[in-house]
T-cell receptor, first 115, second 115 residues
């Protein structure tokens, strides 16, 4: 059974600081997703990581994937208040074959950025 | 192009009542799925479909039925609502294309309360 664990679950940051959210998963997969969710809203796709060593960056966020370590990271650079949200990683349950969009989610990391 | 549309957005049910959450997508996606989101648990897969006429169970299927008679629609039926089904429900759709990276699109969510 695929398990996905994020840490930390709660993250309080000061503006301007850097931090990393970790996503560990238990079985082989080569597709990992990062989403952002604002309170009462749907999930916004941030990154789709499709291979070992994949690195993607968008603004102050950078995500990477190490399939051998079964680890993905979401690095936040020089945080700003607008990044306050809940961040989820999700792993495709159908490793190595056709993806049917079946995801196993982590618990989510609630990020709060303070002035 | 509306993306993934869910109705209703909010619903209150009495224990034992039945209802259907509607989901429609206009992107001609093969794959559709239903998730529920509970506090502190991320999203969990209820049922998914890989095409019209083909559905399968996810992680938490009990108490829910689905069918997929068309590519566009994937309704979720609660047969006899229970308070444990109080949750936020998200419908998602995707396809696997060479350049798509299997981006998964989520609907806006349906907030269901069972009293």
């Amino acid at each position: 059974e695929l398990k996905v664990e994020q840490n930390p679950l709660f993250l309080s940051m000061q503006e301007g600081k850097n931090y990393t959210i970790y996503c560990n998963y238990s079985t082989t997969s080569d597709r990992l997703y990062w989403y952002r969710q604002d309170p009462g809203k749907s999930l916004e796709s941030l990154f789709v990581l499709l291979s070992n060593g994949a690195v993607k960056q968008e603004g102050r966020l950078m995500a990477s994937l190490d399939t051998k370590a079964r680890l993905s990271t979401l690095h936040i650079t020089a945080a700003v208040h607008d990044l306050s949200a809940t961040y989820f990683c999700a792993v495709d349950a159908n490793a190595g074959g056709t993806s049917y969009g079946k995801l196993t989610f982590g618990q989510g990391t609630i990020l709060t950025v303070h002035p | 192009n509306a993306g993934v549309t869910q109705t209703p957005k909010f619903q209150v049910l009495k224990t034992g009542q039945s209802m259907t959450l509607q989901c429609a997508q206009d992107m001609n996606h093969e794959y559709m799925s239903w998730y529920r989101q509970d506090p502190g648990m991320g999203l969990r897969l209820i049922h998914y479909s890989v095409g019209a006429g083909i559905t399968d169970q996810g992680e938490v299927p009990n108490g829910y039925n689905v069918s997929r008679s068309t590519t566009e629609d994937f309704p979720l039926r609660l047969l006899s609502a229970a308070p444990s089904q109080t949750s936020v429900y998200f419908c998602a759709s995707s396809y696997q294309g060479r350049s798509s990276g299997n981006t998964i699109y989520f609907g806006e969510g349906s907030w269901l309360t069972v009293v």
